[in-house]
T-cell receptor, first 113, second 112 residues
Framework: DTAVSQTPKYLVTQMGNDKSIKCEQNLGHDTMYWYKQDSKKFLKIMFSYNNKELIINETVPNRFSPKSPDKAHLNLHINSLELGDSAVYFCASRTSGGANEQFFGPGTRLTVL | KQEVTQIPAALSVPEGENLVLNCSFT??????LQWFRQDPGKGLTSLLLIQSSQREQTSGRLNASLDKSSGRSTLYIAASQPGDSATYLC???????????FGQGTELSVKP
């Protein structure tokens, strides 16, 4: 009964390829996020969607395109992968209402060769 | 600029010790603060969330305090165990629905 799940867990690919990471949450939350954890383990927001609408878009290259088919899913598509895209990508969702607590998926480790 | 700093970056203690992890944030107008645990190669586990109107939260051997005016939070771990070894991350959020801003984390090692 995983709350926030991501696939795949590991992704190894060549520079220039296009790849997607999928995220699903079964918590009934309206808001979902993508975060990136770099090689120094620093976590930073990339995108946020609320009920399929984009609400946060940090200064991320436009090669990264999030897509939310419904409020339980937020996928991340990356075009023309570069070496610097190698990182761990985490999906999260948050509770509605006052607490605003965020829950994270297990992460997808992307390695670009 | 809204930044979060965690000190120390790494900490090694013998089993059974009580310990304190520190988190500071530059803009005190936070909405809430969340402490996470990250095991190597794993995702983040939410430990405690303190809303801006609260002073502390407790869960088992963990106690998190918040002092908004000074821009600080502490995570107190009582009677540490080897299983507590992990990286502990502090993050703040400035508005409902907003993004979490993370510190760099404290890597804790509890020796048997």
């Amino acid at each position: 009964d995983t709350a926030v799940s991501q696939t795949p867990k590991y992704l190894v690919t060549q520079m220039g390829n296009d790849k997607s990471i999928k995220c699903e949450q079964n918590l009934g939350h309206d808001t979902m996020y993508w975060y990136k954890q770099d090689s120094k383990k620093f976590l930073k927001i990339m995108f946020s969607y609320n009920n399929k609408e984009l609400i946060i878009n940090e200064t991320v290259p436009n090669r990264f395109s999030p897509k939310s088919p419904d409020k339980a899913h937020l996928n991340l598509h990356i075009n023309s992968l570069e070496l610097g895209d190698s990182a761990v990508y985490f999906c999260a969702s948050r509770t509605s209402g006052g607490a605003n607590e965020q829950f994270f998926g297990p992460g997808t480790r992307l390695t670009v060769l | 600029k809204q930044e979060v700093t965690q000190i120390p970056a790494a900490l090694s203690v013998p089993e059974g010790e009580n310990l304190v992890l520190n988190c500071s944030f530059t803009d005190s107008a936070i909405y809430n603060l969340q402490w996470f645990r990250q095991d190597p190669g794993k995702g983040l586990t939410s430990l405690l969330l303190i809303q801006s109107s609260q002073r502390e939260q407790t869960s088992g051997r963990l106690n998190a305090s918040l002092d908004k005016s000074s821009g600080r939070s502490t995570l107190y771990i009582a009677a540490s165990q080897p299983g507590d070894s992990a990286t502990y991350l502090c993050a703040v959020i400035y508005n409902q629905g907003g993004k979490l801003i993370f510190g760099q984390g404290t890597e804790l090692s509890v020796k048997p």
